[in-house]
């Protein structure tokens, strides 16, 4: 998606924390999400940042800086079916307030 | 969250034929649906917005004539691909909203996977 940059791929081991991050350039930003997506299924929405902080909820946070234009996910005590690509949205008046989507990150879990 | 249906979740079509994929709202009245399309190993592409009532409204490079989308009621958008190519093998995801910041068009339908042969 325009200017919405997150890592192609991360590998981490069960157990640990990884952290997924996002930086992206726009005007008018009105909100952060991340989704979760397993391979051949649709995006299960994860996470929603409008305001700067960090939002907690369960294993996974995800934290907002608005004025670093920048976002991260973190995934703690990481399991095996937590394997799938996670994506970056941005939704912004500069994009008529539609979702625009990073290209994703793709999180291997290993043994 | 917010239920949004997708049907069919699978299907496989002739070249040269239209499939018409249907995404509705169950626990809400959807003013306006988005579509998608996916390519494999790539990221979530918006193809079209659509909102009850009134014509959809397609992004740069999508044929409307190819990817036709019908919002007739709060709760149904239909996107049918006329003339199908093998090209157009994707997976189609929607999406639904009400109110304009809503957070409700976070929540996808669970796809469709259309393949063209």
């Known amino acids: 998606g325009q200017n919405i940059d997150q890592p192609t791929e991360m590998t981490a081991t069960e157990g640990a924390i990884v952290q997924i991050n996002c930086t992206y350039q726009?005007?008018?930003?009105?909100?952060l999400f991340w989704y979760q997506q397993h391979a051949g299924e649709a995006p299960t929405f994860l996470s929603y940042n409008v305001l700067d902080g960090l939002e907690e909820k369960g294993r996974f946070s995800s934290f907002l800086s608005r004025s670093k234009g920048y976002s991260y996910l973190l995934l703690k005590e990481l399991q095996m079916k937590d394997s799938a690509s996670y994506l970056c949205?941005?939704?912004?008046?500069?994009?008529?307030?539609?979702?625009?989507f990073g290209a994703g990150t793709i999180l291997r879990v290993k043994s | 969250g917010a239920v949004v249906s997708q049907h069919p979740s699978r299907v496989i079509c002739k070249s040269g034929t239209s499939v018409k994929i249907e995404c509705r709202s169950l626990d809400f009245q959807a003013t306006t649906m988005f579509w998608y399309r996916q390519f494999p190993k790539q990221s979530l592409m918006l193809m079209a917005t659509s909102n009850e009532g009134s014509k959809a409204t397609y992004e740069q490079g999508v044929e409307k004539d190819k990817f036709l989308i019908n919002h007739a009621s709060l709760t149904l958008s239909t996107l049918t691909v006329t003339s199908a190519h093998p090209e157009d093998s994707s997976f189609y995801i929607c999406?639904?909203?009400?109110?304009?910041?809503?957070?409700?068009?976070?929540?996808f339908g669970q796809g469709t996977r259309l393949t063209v042969v």
């Open positions: 999406s639904a909203k009400t109110g304009v910041l809503s957070g409700t068009e976070a929540f």
């Open positions: 726009t005007s008018g930003f009105n909100g």
């Open positions: 949205a941005v939704r912004a008046r500069e994009y008529g307030n539609k979702l625009v």
